[in-house]
Nanobody
């Protein structure tokens, strides 16, 4: 059974930082591309950052220079370091795992991030 369990969300003031974690089980983590998506109220889910099995990364323009995605294959965990947070970063953040050749895809349950003073 595949599980992706996110943690690290919460309430933070503008300009603050949070680190999200996503622990995976039930998959061969090292061969999966991993990603973080977010969905704000009334908006579509959007890709925030992705990292391939080889460690290549990509980011949404809105978070470039502020967010960093990384992975630890020994811990089956992907991270999203979020700095200089803005109110518009408020959303539910979801972890995504994509198998090679798009043969499977899994989602976590989501973690709420709220940026507010």
């Amino acid at each position: 059974q595949v599980q992706l369990v996110e943690s690290g969300g919460g309430l933070v003031q503008p300009g603050g930082s949070l680190r999200l974690s996503c622990a995976a089980s039930g998959i061969i983590f090292s061969i999966y591309a991993m990603g973080w998506y977010r969905q704000a109220p009334g908006k579509q889910r959007e890709l925030v950052a992705g990292i391939t099995s080889g460690g290549n990364t990509n980011y949404a323009d809105s978070v470039k220079g502020r967010f960093t995605i990384s992975r630890d294959n020994a811990k089956n965990t992907v991270y999203l370091q979020m700095d200089s947070l803005k109110p518009e970063d408020t959303a539910v953040y979801y972890c995504n795992a994509r198998a090679p050749f798009h043969t499977g895809e899994y989602w976590g349950q989501g973690t709420q991030v709220t940026v507010s003073s």
